[in-house]
């Protein structure tokens, strides 16, 4: 069975630092990895893609990849309360292109 | 504007009946998703197709049926069978360049 883990959270971080959200996943042969986040009772947003090892900036985000430890990891810099939200990791299955999803963390920046 | 358009944001269904949950995308996407979220849960598959006219099942497919008749659409029946139907059902679509999945709004069904 293959799997994304993440820790559920709360995560509580206060306004300005730094947040950070962790993933591991199972398959060693995954290649694409997504960072989501869902506000409550809204569907996810996309807000980060990585493919290779090292580190993708998109303004205030960070995606980190390092595939040997089959971790993948969001930076929030200056953390806002309109951060505020669920933030799901997933990866592809290249076996079957099915998107594997972690269970998400839950983070609250305080303001 | 393109996009993942689900319809209808809310769907109240009685017991026994069959509901049709509708999505459309315009972003040309092969690719197309059912997921299913129970409250403080996280997604579920139900099915998915990578093709026109092909699908697939996903992880919690009983008492789910869809088609793929055309590339833009995507629909997914909620038959008498499937037990528990209460819960929000995501529509998605991706890409297959990046493999970026995109969500539509979701249609929350109740069932009475």
């Known amino acids: 069975q293959k799997e994304v883990e993440q820790n559920s959270g709360p995560l509580s971080v206060p306004e300005g630092a730094i947040a950070s959200l962790n993933c591991t996943y199972s398959?060693?042969?995954?290649?694409?990895f997504f960072w989501y986040r869902q506000y409550s009772g809204k569907s996810p947003e996309l807000i980060m893609s990585?493919?290779?090892?090292g580190d993708k900036e998109d303004g205030r985000f960070t995606a980190q990849l390092n595939k040997a430890s089959q971790y993948v990891s969001l930076l929030i810099r200056d953390s806002q309360p309109s951060d505020s939200a669920t933030y799901l990791c997933a990866v592809i299955d290249p076996g079957t292109y099915k998107y594997i999803f972690g269970t998400g963390t839950r983070l609250k920046v305080l303001a | 504007d393109g996009g993942i358009t689900q319809s209808p944001k809310y769907l109240f269904r009685k017991e026994g009946q069959n509901v049709t949950l509708s999505c459309e995308q315009n972003?040309?996407?092969?690719?197309m998703y059912w997921y299913r979220q129970d409250p403080g849960q996280g997604l579920r598959l139900i099915y998915y197709s990578q093709i026109v006219n092909d699908f697939q099942k996903g992880d919690i497919a009983e008492g789910y049926s869809v088609s793929r008749e055309k590339k833009e659409s995507f629909p997914l029946t909620v038959t008498s069978a499937q037990k528990n139907p209460t819960a929000f059902y995501l529509c998605?679509?991706?890409?297959?360049?990046?493999?970026?999945?995109?969500f539509g709004p979701g249609t929350r069904l109740t069932v009475l």
């Open positions: 998605a679509s991706s890409t297959q360049g990046t493999g970026e999945q995109f």
């Open positions: 990585i493919y290779s090892n």
């Open positions: 972003l040309n996407h092969d690719a």
């Open positions: 398959d060693r042969v995954s290649q694409s």
